[in-house]
């Protein structure tokens, strides 16, 4: 399938978002600070490295890949097959609309943690 310019654009930016959210986050962060990372049932707040931002931004990122392979390639699959009525459009714009929801998620993430932190540090 050709794509455009501006989607090819698109594309490389939602699945770049995450990876540069995580690093400007994790860039506030002094080194020595630790975040949340996990609660016990007592109610422990287990700390953590601020790198470990990255982990999420790499799922994420992964995601909106195979979104856009899904994307790029949907001239490949068979759609009527798989989902009864399905139109190749659709599937576009659903693909498209998953991106952005885990893009949105990403800098929703970076942003609370950095807020916390900052909260916490000054």
């Known amino acids: 399938m050709k794509i455009s310019m501006p989607m ?6 939602i699945v770049l978002v995450p990876i540069v959210v995580s690093i400007a986050a994790i860039g506030i962060v ?3 600070q630790s975040i949340p990372m996990r609660w016990d049932e007592p109610g422990l707040v287990h700390g ?18 195979f979104l856009a392979a899904g994307y790029l390639f949907n ?6 097959d798989l989902i009864h009525g399905a139109d190749k459009r659709n599937y576009r ?9 885990c893009a949105s998620f990403a800098i929703i993430v970076a942003v609370s943690w950095s807020q916390a932190l900052i909260a916490t540090t000054y």
């Open 30 to 32: 002094p080194n020595d």
């Open 48 to 65: 953590g490295s601020p790198t470990k931002i990255m982990i999420i931004a790499m799922v994420l990122a992964t995601a909106n890949t």
């Open 75 to 80: 001239n490949n699959l068979d759609l009527p």
């Open 8 to 13: 090819l654009l698109f594309w490389v930016a």
């Open 93 to 101: 714009i659903i693909c498209i609309a998953g991106a952005l929801v």
